[in-house]
C-alpha cells in the first residue's frame, strides 16, 4: 500500500487521517501543534518534525489546512513539501483555497516532477468521521485513478471535476448553496417563532417536501436546540465566501446572495461568534426580531 503522510489534525483532517490508519495504510502525520499528533500516534500512526520530513518518508502528501496561505507555506516553504519531495510523488489536498492558488501548487510541484489533486470536501466533522465525504477532484485523469482508493477510505462521493483547480470551484459552489441554503432555514425558523408558530413543527412539515435537505436536517435541528458547537466554524465559512467572492470577481460574474451572506457572516464575527458553527447565523435573525435580549437571553 501506498505509504501517505498526512499534515493538518484538526476537526476534519483528524478524523480523515484515522480512517486511512483504520483502513491498514502506513501513515506517517505532521501538525502544528503537537496533542492531535500524539493522539495518532497512540493508534499506529509515525510521526514527523517537519513538512519536509514528511515528503521524505510518504509516496503520496495529503494536507488539509485552514486556508491557501497555510498551504502554499507548508507545499513550498522552508522545510516544506517540496523541499523533501522527490520525482513520482502524489500530493492531494482537502484544503478548501482558491482555485488560483491551486492552479499555482499545481504548476510549481509540476516543475519537480509531483503529480498534484486539489480536493476540497463537503460533509463537515460527521462525514469525517464517517468516512462519507462527498470529493471533489481537480487534477489530472492519472493522478485521480491513483488516488481514488484513498478517496474512498475518507469518502463516498467522489467526483474528478476536472483539470488543476477545478476542484477548488466545486467547493466554491458548494459553499455558496450551503451558506444560503442555512440563511434560508434561519429566516424561516425564526419568521415561524416570530410569528407564534412553534419552528420544530415548521421544520418537521418542511422536511417532508420540495424544501427538504441536510441543511434543514441537521442545521435547523441545531437553530432549535441552540447548539453551535462547530461542526464547520463560522469564521472559516466566511474564508470561504472570500474565496467565492474573488473567484466570482475573477470571472466578473456578480453573486448578489453570495455577497449579502457574507455580510451577514462579517456581522456575527464583529460580536465575537466565529469560532460558533455556522447554523448561529439564526441568533443575528433573533436579535433583528426582537426574540432575544442584547445579553442573548430570550424576550419571548
Not at 143 to 162: D, E, K, S, T
Amino acid at each position: 500500500m501506498e505509504r501517505i503522510g498526512f499534515i493538518g489534525l484538526g476537526l476534519m483532517g483528524k478524523p480523515m487521517a484515522r480512517n486511512l490508519l483504520k483502513a491498514g495504510y502506513p501513515l506517517l502525520v505532521y501538525n502544528r501543534s503537537r496533542a492531535p499528533m500524539e493522539e495518532l500516534a497512540a493508534e499506529g500512526a509515525g510521526l514527523a518534525e517537519s513538512p519536509a520530513a514528511i515528503a521524505q518518508g510518504s509516496d503520496v502528501v495529503i494536507t488539509c489546512l485552514p486556508d491557501s496561505p497555510e498551504v502554499e507555506a507548508v507545499v513550498l516553504g522552508e522545510d516544506g513539501v517540496v523541499a523533501g519531495a522527490r520525482s513520482g510523488l502524489l500530493f492531494i489536498d482537502h484544503s478548501t483555497i482558491a482555485p488560483a492558488t491551486a492552479r499555482k501548487l499545481h504548476l510549481a510541484l509540476q516543475h519537480k516532477e509531483i503529480e498534484a489533486l486539489d480536493a476540497p470536501v463537503s460533509g463537515g466533522d460527521i462525514g469525517a468521521q464517517q468516512g462519507t465525504l462527498s470529493i471533489m477532484v481537480g487534477g489530472s485523469e492519472a493522478a485521480f485513478q491513483r488516488a481514488l482508493p484513498m478517496l474512498q477510505v475518507m469518502g463516498q462521493n467522489i467526483v474528478h471535476i476536472g483539470a488543476a483547480g477545478a476542484g477548488q470551484v466545486a467547493k466554491a459552489c458548494n459553499q455558496v448553496v450551503v451558506a444560503l441554503t442555512v440563511q434560508a432555514v434561519a429566516e424561516a425558523l425564526t419568521l415561524a417563532q416570530k410569528s407564534g408558530v412553534d419552528p420544530a413543527k415548521v421544520r418537521s412539515a418542511l422536511l417532508g417536501g420540495f424544501a427538504q435537505s441536510r441543511v434543514l436536517d441537521v442545521h435547523g435541528q441545531r437553530m432549535l436546540e441552540g447548539r453551535f458547537d462547530p461542526g464547520f466554524k463560522l469564521h472559516l465559512h466566511r474564508k470561504d465566501m472570500g474565496i467565492v467572492l474573488q473567484t466570482a470577481r475573477e470571472v466578473q460574474l456578480p453573486l448578489l446572495g453570495a455577497a449579502q451572506v457574507t455580510e451577514l457572516m462579517n456581522a456575527l464575527l464583529a460580536q465575537g461568534l466565529g469560532d460558533l458553527d455556522n447554523a448561529a447565523m439564526i441568533t443575528l435573525y433573533r436579535q433583528l426580531g426582537g426574540l432575544v435580549d442584547a445579553a442573548g437571553g430570550s424576550d419571548k
